[in-house]
């Protein structure tokens, strides 16, 4: 019987091990078949990968071009284009994403497009960052001045440049590098002009317009551009663009290489899941809710322990909530406010106040995500229709919270020796003015100066330790009787 087993076992494993073999004869050839097939589909000329920058500039933008440039490198492709519409964002992604431009050893191609585009503010620097800078006509660019302090964002201007506030001012040549009186925002200028020069005279691009977009928040069109050297190429089409910067040397990597576009053939790509995600949950609005949702769950989660799916839910949200003001520019005060508002409220559900500690908790917690966001960059403020719906959902908890707490001190005890005052007894035996009577279905020592016997219905009117004090009953209509 053991040799039966053994042959058996043999055969099993020999089985097992064919047929891993066959599968992964099947898979690679299979693999050189679809691999084949690519090669003979792909272009003779090459590809050249198209990333598209559309709205704010922000953490998931900068994520998908990082990683665009990443995937351009591990597929050979001879060149990047990274079609441009944005009016801004902020500084830290705009870094990211000229820092990744800086290093990649694929050719990049910003281009604005389609007309009536525009590279404003961060799309400006990236625009000038770029190996190969072009734009459609009808799309303009400019407009680089940083106005938000503190909070790291390049947004367009609100509105005129500040004038000379004084003489010494004025004979700096309107130059801007001390009208404003700003020591902080002078130092962000000063050193937002530094950087575009400094991306200028890498590229060999027109550096003292580029410090004019700057400091006095200039726009050009794409013809004006192209005549002021601030652009290399302006193209209708991709097809014209990469026809266009064919020929043309660029320097990758610190070589000089000949780009040769001409032929190659153009393919999208697109953000995956995880940008998607992280432009989702990184937008203000979302993350602001988000974590009004994970802290409510725990919450609730706190206040009925058990029931589980609040506190799930509420840990994701305030998980997800707490990555997304990791990657934004949070001002510590709005958080303080926020955290405040959160413990007045969780105050309120614990130890109700009648709505006072709700009602400030809800004005801090207004004020907080008012002022959380420390950006003025377009696309990154806090929605006035969120902070509304955050409001009227707190005032809401703080309404039921404090309903129930009226509720509760206007009914009658139930419970302890409060609840047995004023409650109905039977005298099961009684001498002198003492005796045992039936209260609750329990036996219970009482006193009374009335004279009573047994059988007699009694009130109860205090409860000394373990003794009753009663009357009878008569004397003391409407109470409940004890079972």
Known sequence: ??????????????????????????????????????????????????LHIEGPIG?????????????????????VILQMDTPGGLDTSMREIIRAILDSSVPVLSYVSPSGARAASAGTYILYASHI???????????????????????????????????????????????SGDAMKAKMVNDAVAYIRSLAEMRGRN??????????????????ALEENVIDIQAATLANLLAQA????????????????????????????????LALVTSPNVALILMMIGIYGIIFEFMNPGAIYPGTVGAICLVLALYAFAALPVNVAGAGLILLGMVLIVAEAFSPSFGALGIGGTIALLIGATILIDTEAPGFQVSWYVLAGIATATLA????????????????????????????????DWEDGRGFVLAHSERWRAVSDAPLEAGDAVTIDEIDGLTLHVSPQENKPGGSRAL
Not at 59 to 79: F, Q
Not at 149 to 163: A, D, H, N, Q, S
């Open 59 to 79: 953490p998931a933008t900068s994520d998908y071009i990082v990683s665009g440039l990443e995937t351009a490198r591990e597929r050979g492709a001879k060149a």
């Open 246 to 277: 064919d020929g043309r040397t660029v320097r990758i990597s610190g070589e000089d290489v000949t780009l040769a576009t001409k032929e190659l053939m153009t393919e999208d790509l697109a953000p995956d899941w995880r940008n998607e995600l």
């Open 397 to 428: 908890f703080t309404y039921l919270v404090a309903h129930l707490a009226v509720s509760s001190f206007r009914q009658r005890v139930t419970t302890g020796k409060e609840e047995m005052t004023g409650m109905i007894a039977t005298v099961l």
């Open 133 to 179: 800078a072009a734009m459609a006509p009808g799309t303009n660019l400019g407009a680089a001045t940083p106005v938000a302090v503190g909070g790291g964002g390049l947004p367009m201007p609100g509105g005129e440049p500040e004038k000379p506030q004084s003489g010494e001012d004025e004979e700096d040549g309107g130059s801007g590098k001390a009208g």
């Open 1 to 50: 019987m053991g040799e039966r087993v053994t042959w058996a076992q043999r055969s099993a494993v020999r089985f097992f091990a064919l047929l891993s073999i066959c599968l992964g004869g099947f898979l690679l050839i299979a693999g050189n078949g679809w691999e084949s097939r690519a090669q003979e589909e792909a272009p003779a000329g090459g590809t050249a990968l198209v």
């Open 207 to 224: 550096a003292d317009w580029a410090e004019q977009a700057v400091r006095e928040a200039e726009s050009l069109s794409a013809s004006k």
